[in-house]
Structures are given as C-alpha cells and as structure tokens.
C-alpha cells in the first residue's frame, strides 16, 4: 500500500485517478468474492470485511499531508457513526427473536394452522409470513416458517415449492415495514423515508407483488396433507410464558417506530429499549428454575444463536460503500445514470433489478450515497420507490436476498430449480407491484 507515497507522481489528478481506480478494483473484486461465496468456499463476511478495510487504507494512504489524514479519518467515523446505528439495531432485533424463540413463542403460530388442504396452507402461510415480515423481519421471517413448513408438509418437493413462495412473502412483506428489510430500515434510519409515509405508499404494491405469483401457483397446487400433529412434549411447557414472551417480544419490535416518533431517537436505541424489557420479563418467569434449565431461556443463549457473520458482512459491506461514497464515486456514477437513464423511475427499477444478483444491502447503501438528500427529499417518490424495489427484487434469484439464501441452505433447494419454479413468478410480481406503485403514486 506504501505505492501510494513513495510513487513520484508528477502531478495530483494522477494520484486520485490511480486511488480511484485500486478502489473500484478492490470493491469489484471483493464483490465478486461474495456473489461466488460457494463456489470458492469463502464466507462472504470475511470478503466484506477485507474489502471495506482495503478500501479505505487505499483511500488514506494515498493522503497528501496530515490534514488530509485528518480529513478521511473524520470521514470514516462519520460513517462509522450511521453505521453502528444500523448494526445494534440488528442485534437488538435478532436476540429479541431469539428470545422467544427459546422459549417457543413461535409455535403459537403454527397452532392456528389447522385445515389439511394444500391450496389453503399454502396462502395461510404467505400471508402469515408477508404480515410477520413486516413486524420482524424477512430473514427471520423465512427461518420461522420454514421451521413450520417442515413440520406441516412431508414431501420435500411440495415443501420445496411453499418455501420458494416463503421467500416472495417475507421480502413483500419486509418491503413496506421500516423494521421489516434491512434495506428498508437503512432508508429510514438515513432520514430517506419515514414509518408514516413508507406503511400507507408500500403495502399495497408490496401486497401485489404476492398475490399475482401466489394466485398464478395456486392453480397447480391440490390435494390435501396429513393432518397436522401436535407435540405432545412441547405441550407440557407453560403456554402462559411462551405468550408472555411473544406477546413482549413483538410488541417491542412493533413500539419501534412509535418510541422514534415520541423520544426523536434513532430506532436502535428503541430496540435496545424493547430487548431491556424482554429481558427483564425472561428473567423474571424463569427465576423459579434451575440453572441448567434456566441457561436455555437465556439472554446469553439467544445472543449466541443469532447470526453474527451476517452483522459482520453488513459491517464489512457499508464501510466499501462509506469508501467510494467518500471518495465521490457514487456521485459520479449517480451523475452518469441521470445522463444515460434520465428516467428515475427506470433508475430505481434497474437498481431492483439488479438487487437479485447483488446483494441489495449494498445497492441500497450506493444509491443513499449516489443521492443525497438535497436531490431528493425525505419520503420524495424515488426513494419509497427504492424500498419496494430493493426489497422484492431480490426474490427474482434465490440468491438475491437474505431471505433467499436462508431458504437456499436450510432446504438444499438449487439455484436452477429456483430460477425455473420460482423466480419467474417473483419478477411478474415485482412489475405488477412496481406498475401499481407508479399509478398509485401519480393519481394519489
């Protein structure tokens, strides 16, 4: 990296344009690390996490003087700061879930599901998937009810086929909630959109974007499953505490928003407000317990389940973001799409569409920096347009999404049988929603 200062440049615009060039390159080759993360068997939070510190050791060694130092480094925890805000919010969130997974508040779902027929399973399950989503989130939504589908649906087949539409449920349903995507909640942690414009705009597009592929499939989908059986072990469980635990824990993640709108405090600090109650509850139905029994119900047990890489990569792939934001690129390429593309509405769309082979986190995190808030202003149409893009596009491919990858490694399901079963239905559901959107948006 030292090539940076030793090198005798002859002049300044030779430097920036050999430090913008490594960048991109470092940024590229990291991104193709992480689309690949199975073929090279390389976790994609390790590649994250060396291209985002690349980037900006690139960025600041090629600094003329220690007041340019000082300048990136104010940059970078600047950055940092927005950062950190999205991370605990996600933490707060997944050991909140875990909670109450722990002590099986989830089953009180699947004990509403009692018909035997296919076709009705199949839309009480995407429809309770696109409203969980919404509360929770479309990762955690995907792993809740794949858990219920293998419990409900034998055939791996026909399950194959409910988890597919699992997947277009919890990235539909995720899209119109602030807390329900993560690249919805960067949008309204970044001041881009707000709870009470996002909900009204997007549900119904976002609804659209289900029902279309969900009516289209229903047509092949018959016959009945065997009846649902009931664990007998788990009924000996207190289903006053399993209640208890998820009515808390919900209604933490659904105060979100309200405790934004009252305190003006950024959203993690009302996750964090949610799991401290959580947590206060879980200790206090579990005080009567044994230890041994008592470390399952734990905090500390949730905290070592949920999916810390995930953090990681998030981490690692917002600061390369933070690094070509910093360095003006996004700018710049923000400036040559409105010169070739013009249209905002083609921009956002090709951004979704994109979002199905790269993951959308990043594409988001480019486009908040690519546009800022003196182009378009909060709640301004591209960027509750951005939410339902980035949020259902990625269903397109399995590996578009969270939620998809999820799905994709619990279920074994291929990338091609995906694409020929599935991803078809998700990009006739996608245009659909974004076509609703459009009118919607121009007549009210």
């Not at 010169?339 to 951004?351: A, H, P, Y």
Request: charged residues 15%; aromatic residues 12%.
């Amino acid at each position: 990296m030292d090539v940076f200062r030793r090198v005798p440049f002859r002049n300044i615009v030779s430097k920036l344009i050999l430090m913008y060039t490594f960048i991109v390159v470092v940024f590229i080759l990291g991104y193709l690390a992480i689309a690949f993360e199975h073929k090279i068997n390389i976790n994609k939070a390790a590649t994250a996490l060396l291209t985002g510190v690349i980037c900006w050791s690139v960025y600041i060694l090629s600094s003329e003087d220690a007041d340019s130092t000082h300048h990136i480094l104010d940059h970078l925890m600047e950055h940092f700061g927005e950062i950190s805000g999205i991370l605990f919010f996600l933490l707060g969130a997944m050991t909140i879930v875990e909670l109450i997974d722990a002590h099986d508040g989830f089953d009180a779902v699947s004990d509403l599901i009692n018909t035997t027929s296919k076709r009705k399973l199949l839309w009480i399950i995407c429809l309770i998937a696109f409203f969980l989503s919404a509360i929770l989130d479309n990762l955690t939504t995907t792993i809740v009810m794949v858990s219920l589908s293998r419990k409900l649906i034998q055939d791996k087949n026909e399950r194959m086929l409910f988890i597919g539409m699992i997947v277009i449920a919890a990235n539909s349903g995720g899209a119109w909630s602030p807390i329900g995507d993560v690249t919805t909640t960067m949008l309204w942690i970044g001041g881009q959109i707000t709870s009470a414009h996002i909900i009204p705009s997007l549900i119904l597009p976002s609804l659209i974007s289900l029902l279309l592929p969900l009516t289209i499939i229903s047509f092949s989908i018959k016959g009945n499953i065997d009846p649902i059986k009931k664990s007998e072990e788990k009924d000996k469980k207190s289903k006053s505490d399993r209640n208890i635990i998820l009515f808390v824990g919900v209604g933490a993640l659904a105060f979100v928003p309200v405790f934004k709108l009252i305190t003006h405090l950024p959203p993690f600090m009302g996750v964090l407000f949610g799991l401290g109650v959580l947590w206060v509850v879980s200790e206090f139905i579990n005080k009567d317990k044994d230890e041994a029994d008592k470390e399952t119900y734990s905090i500390i047990y949730a905290l070592r389940k949920i999916d810390t890489s995930s953090i990681l990569f998030f981490l690692g792939i917002l600061i390369a973001i933070a690094a070509l934001q910093s360095t003006g690129q996004l700018s710049d390429l923000a400036s040559f799409m409105d010169d070739k593309i013009g249209n905002e509405s083609i921009i956002v769309m090709t951004i979704g569409l994109a979002s199905a082979i790269i993951d959308n986190v990043p594409l988001v995190a480019a486009a908040m920096g690519m546009y800022d808030l003196s182009v378009y202003a909060q709640d301004h149409f591209f960027w509750s347009f951005m939410a339902y893009c980035a949020g259902t596009g990625g269903s397109i491919l399995i590996i578009g999404s969270a939620a998809g990858v999820a799905a994709m490694g619990m279920e074994k399901i291929q990338f091609f049988w995906y694409l020929k079963r599935i991803g078809w239905l998700a990009l006739v559901g996608y245009f659909a929603g974004a076509l609703v959107f459009i009118v919607q948006s121009t007549f009210f």
